[in-house]
């Protein structure tokens, strides 16, 4: 079991290493995710998980983002299954959405805009993720 345990956390590291590779930063606390979305803005909030689809789709998707070019104001993540009351504080800001992971939101001055669920990750291909967020970063952050 102890082993195993080495596993988890290596791959746990690895999702995490992922999202800060792309530049977005962890939100890991309660204070962390109120601050940053309640701030004036857009928000992208990738919720990262160890799952297969996390890894293969969303944060592919995630990091390739980053270089679109209509972004929001800020790149933040919160780890469903690991940073558990963060990232329940987060789900609390998706209003008429459940609990998705991985999932992306874009907020604009605290107020959700847009969501890709679950369900519009696993299955599919990162492309079709992508455009999804091009779709919102067109029409929410330019």
Known sequence: M??????M???VQDARNDMIQAGYTQLQTVEDVDQTLTEKGTTL???NSVCGCAGGIARPAAAYMKNYEATPDRFVTVFAGQDKEATAKA???FKGYGPSSPSFAL???GEIKMMVERHEIEGHEPIQVVQKLEQAF???CK
């Open 9 to 11: 956390n290596d791959v």
């Open 107 to 109: 907020l604009k001055d």
């Open 45 to 47: 909030v990738m919720v």
């Open 138 to 140: 067109d029409e929410y």
């Open 2 to 7: 102890q082993q195993f345990n080495f596993f």
């Open 91 to 93: 789900r609390e800001y």
